[in-house]
């Protein structure tokens, strides 16, 4: 039997015009304590000038009755971008900025709140449907009647102890709460704010990038209040966290759905949001080694390999970017993109993969979605109609950092089908084990593709049907769980299909919003949005001439960078855009030497980093974790993005700054004890500790369940 409820509650619309999404109408008088009962533990409850949706594992949200939590828009983007760094103006036509709630039905299956938007030149009927799916879970459908209204705003209550994390990669923030963050996948910038490049950046090219700006969005969010909220749109976001009161919350498209979880913990959230959105693929086990990113052919890099090894670095891949071969240009040395193996730098190249394989070394090369233009791969995509079009029907030339190039079209089945053959005869059929999935987030908003779908909406898309598509390559060459790929630019989704991440192009600095600083950050945001496997470029990719200021990775930063990375999934390097000008693991001998203790202190965590990316496959929790995923109640934990946890019994203080020897930090609850020298440390406490180059600052969590085996693998490498 349903049981259904009907309420009019007869508004009156504001008649003011405000310059924001919302105005606002007359207070709403409804009897007090009114429930709407609807699944079969929800209901709708009116308290003052609120209407909490809840159920018996609490509240999931409050929507004001005072003023709206609905409005909508007509609006058109102005478009400006460079480098895949895009400047947005939003231009809005009319908008439905007053709200009246005429209905709300509950039933036995969902709760439906309807009524109307009006506005200056705007009108349109409106319906809300939250639809119970157990009692931690609901989902929620915004509709819009309108079809031309592609403005979608919602507001919902929070408060000023409420704070906010997620949001996917975030460079520069982890607690997100009085931030104004949006979300579309695009190139991060070179400075992000830290100066004085940012600003060269912009003056020169107008791709410096900001606070928000990210490879790796995503429109999920978790709270203190142990709640979190998924959006399945796709189009560009924002969300207005400034407000102590209420989030709001726009999507430029048209109606909006998603997931609201309430749970008794963070973790719950995250398994909970990762359930529905796709979990990692466990790796394979030659990926528990030192990764070494070297370039310049074979002989080259035969020769870093067997300096590495005599130092005893445990080598398990080498990482050739270069075997497509390179050309040179404005920003340094650039890639060929024809996706061939290069038989002048690596002669016999089969041979060559096949005998590094021979020896326990992995080969891993490189590939991206757009073409050179030359070659006869991108002359057989122009023939075949393979490529993104501009609005006038010609394929789309974009200028990269050097030349122009072409973008697959991956809403073509043709084109997909052709991709993956290339990367099935190419790259695998060569010998390789694995490669960079570069890119994803090039694809210009006003793009024709061969769908009909909107560029704007399927722009976030785009580097998740790039991982879709690399992953059922390796899939149907009969290589799952042998093959790793690993991709940097992403949205909802991008960890089911994906089988690693890295951060894309952190300056070689040790600055907080792009250097050392951020990659740290962005591994905690990350990885409490889903993004479990994760790592960043040692030493950091960016390399920058400049008359003012230089910016060349130095030998402290390339040492502390490894040091951070040792606690990661992946222990890889990269030489960056300009080689010649950073400091490298081969560069002198000392380095060699610290670099290959680097590596046997990351092998030496093997079976501890194997168990939490199983974790990870099971459950979604990242590897690399934030104090608060764990310790939620500490209000400490909220804002601490400088040190991380390892799974959950390995504490991190890394040296974050130049020139320093020590590092101070928080120990939260419990007894942790100081690796290198054994000394215990009672928890809820600020700890200052000696951190000299080789000796991180790691604590483990006495009594813990790995406690005897981190110590016994960890000890043999004190200085």
């Known amino acids: 039997m349903f049981l259904r409820r009907a309420f009019l509650f007869l508004l009156i619309a504001g008649l003011s015009v405000c310059s924001g999404p919302f105005s606002n109408y007359t207070k709403i008088t409804l009897p007090v304590e009114q429930k709407f009962t609807f699944g079969k533990r929800f209901q709708a409850v009116q ?101 031309a209204l592609n403005r979608t705003y919602f507001r919902i209550g929070s408060d000023e102890t409420e704070n906010i994390f997620g949001l996917g990669e975030q460079f520069s923030h982890f607690n997100l709460k009085g931030k104004t963050p949006f979300l579309l996948t695009e190139e991060q910038g070179i400075g992000r704010g830290d100066q004085p490049i940012t600003a060269g950046a912009n003056l020169t090219a107008g791709a410096g990038g900001n606070e928000y700006s990210t490879y790796t969005p995503i429109p999920f969010f978790l709270t203190s209040k142990n709640r979190s909220v998924y959006f399945e749109n796709s189009s560009y976001s924002s969300f207005d966290f400034s407000d102590p009161k209420e989030i709001t919350v726009e999507f430029r498209e048209n109606g909006m759905k998603g997931t609201i979880w309430k749970e008794t913990s963070p973790v719950k959230l995250v398994q909970k949001f990762t359930a529905k959105t796709g979990r990692a693929p466990e790796l394979p086990d030659w990926a528990y080694g030192t990764w070494l990113g070297i370039q310049g052919g074979k002989d080259v890099v035969l020769k870093h390999i067997e300096s590495a090894k005599k130092a005893g670095n445990p080598i398990t891949a080498l990482w050739i970017q270069d075997w497509v071969g390179r050309r040179k240009t404005s920003f340094g040395s650039q890639l060929w993109w024809r996706w061939i193996a290069d038989e002048k730098s690596y002669p016999e190249f089969r041979k060559f993969c096949a005998d590094l394989n021979a020896q326990g070394i992995h080969v891993l090369g490189y590939l991206n979605p757009f073409l050179a ?38 809403t073509n089945p043709q084109t997909v089908d052709w991709i993956q053959g290339i990367i099935q005869k190419n790259l695998i059929g060569a010998g390789l084990s694995g490669w960079m999935a570069d890119f994803g987030e090039w694809l210009p908003l006003d793009a024709v593709l061969h769908s009909g779908i909107s560029a704007e909406v399927y722009h976030n898309v785009y580097p998740v049907e790039w991982a879709r598509i690399n ?95 040792v606690f990661s999934p992946v222990f890889r390097t990269h030489e960056g855009n300009r080689p010649e000008k950073n400091h490298q693991p081969y560069t002198d001998e000392e380095t060699i030497r610290e670099f290959a203790r680097y590596g046997k202190m990351h092998l030496a965590l093997k079976e501890y980093l194997r168990s939490l990316v199983k974790e990870a496959s099971a459950t979604g929790l990242p590897v690399v974790r934030p104090l608060y995923l764990h310790y939620p109640n500490d209000i400490k934990t909220h ?25 101070d930090g928080y120990l939260p609850e419990g007894e942790w004890e100081h690796v ?43 200085r």
């Open 47 to 147: 308290r003052e000038n609120v209407l909490e949706i809840r159920s018996d594992a609490g509240i999931f949200l409050e929507l004001s009755l005072t003023k709206p939590f609905l409005s909508a828009a007509k609006g058109t983007q102005e478009v400006k971008s460079k480098f895949a760094t895009y400047h947005i103006q939003d231009r809005i036509a009319s908008r439905c900025d007053s709200q009246s709630i005429e209905t709300v039905v509950a039933s036995a299956a969902d709760l439906k709140i309807s009524g109307n938007l009006e506005g200056a030149g705007c009108a349109s009927r409106y319906e809300i449907v939250f639809t119970p799916l157990d009692e931690t879970s609901l989902y929620f459908q915004v509709g819009l009647a309108d079809s």
């Open 471 to 565: 992953r059922e390559a390796i899939r149907k060459a009969g290589k799952e769980g042998k093959i790793v790929f690993f991709t940097r630019a992403g949205y909802s989704e991008s960890m089911k299909h994906s089988t690693l991440f890295w951060e894309g192009d952190q300056m070689v600095s040790w600055g907080e919003h792009d250097g050392i600083v951020s990659a740290l950050t962005g591994l905690l945001s990350g990885g409490i949005s889903g993004i479990s496997l994760n790592h960043s470029d040692i030493g950091g990719y960016t390399t920058i001439n400049n008359p003012i200021r230089d910016y060349h990775r130095s030998k402290e930063l390339f040492l502390r960078w490894a040091e951070l990375n």
């Open 639 to 663: 804002t601490i993005q400088r040190e991380f946890l390892l799974g959950e019994e390995l504490l991190v203080l890394p040296v974050l700054e130049k020139g320093e020897s020590s590092v």
């Open 676 to 718: 290198w020298t054994g000394k215990s440390y009672s928890g809820k406490t600020t700890v200052s500790v000696k951190a000299p180059l080789g000796e991180p600052a790691i604590f483990l969590k006495k009594n813990g369940t790995w406690y005897e085996k981190l110590k016994a693998a960890l000890l043999p490498l004190k």
């Open 373 to 410: 233009n030359e070659g006869p791969l991108y002359e057989e995509a122009v023939k075949k109609g393979y490529l993104v079009k501009d609005k006038n029907g010609k394929n789309y030339e974009i200028q990269t950092a050097g030349f122009p190039a072409y973008l697959l079209d991956l």
